[in-house]
């Protein structure tokens, strides 16, 4: 069966002052709701995952509440330097999280570009960061989110060596075992519920699925 994953960021109002064009990432609760109902009514053509990045409080709030609701569970990339500050999950809220059966997994540190990591950077990145979530959870940490989708080669050998089993990337499209980093679509404030409909079944343009795949083919080899 087709499989996608769905990442959001934040969902209603946000609590933090936000970064430039981070805007266009929160969506609204009624729209989240109507996606998790669609997600539902498809269960027999496609399976529907979830995950959330950045840390926001309305992972716990919104995300995880309407989860519930729909007998689901998610994955959340939380960013070690937001942990305990205001608008964002605390150590508690990262243990509730767990508690209602959910996963845990790393953003990073600061929200920033991988690719641009120097050695003291991705020590921070890829293995600071990771300590501090494996404190907040009381676990080990095995998967890493990458902030902005941006990456390349390098990046993705650094984080086989630093040991994640699992990564995710904001490719979009399906997703197949065995991939690495997995493809995930998020979704935006200018989109419809029409549209995460297309992308659970593959309806997108042709055109768009092409360019997809070039583009992830071009950021693997180099």
């Given amino acids: 069966m ?12 946000p609590k933090r002052t936000l970064e430039p064009g981070e805007d266009q990432y929160w969506v609204g609760a009624a729209f989240f709701e109507e996606v998790l109902t ?20 309305s992972d716990l709030e919104i995300g995880a509440a309407g ?38 997994g790393t953003h990073g540190a600061d929200h920033v570009d991988w690719r641009a990591l120097d050695a003291v950077g991705q020590i921070r990145e890829w293995q600071d960061a990771r300590r501090v979530i494996e404190d907040a959870a009381g676990q080990p940490i095995t998967s890493a989110a990458i902030p902005f989708g941006g990456y390349n080669k390098g990046v993705v050998e650094g984080l086989r060596r630093e040991g994640y089993a699992q990564v ?16 995930r679509t998020s979704p935006r404030a200018d989109m419809t519920v029409e549209d995460i409909k297309a992308i659970l079944l593959g309806r997108e343009p042709l055109k768009r699925r092409v360019r ?9 080899r180099f």
């Fill in 168 to 183: 995710y990337s904001s490719d979009g499209g399906a997703w197949h075992d065995g991939q690495y980093p997995i493809p």
């Fill in 38 to 57: 669609l997600a539902d009514t498809l269960a027999n053509r496609v399976t529907t995952q979830f995950t959330f990045d950045d840390g926001n409080t």
């Fill in 67 to 104: 989860l519930a609701k729909h007998g689901r569970t998610a994955t959340f990339f939380v960013l070690s330097s937001r942990i305990d500050t205001p608008g964002s999950l605390g150590v508690n809220d990262v243990r509730d999280l767990l508690a209602a059966g959910h996963e845990i």
């Fill in 2 to 13: 087709r499989r996608v994953i769905l990442n959001f960021h934040g969902i209603g109002e």
């Fill in 212 to 220: 997809r795949r070039v583009a992830m083919a071009v950021k693997r």
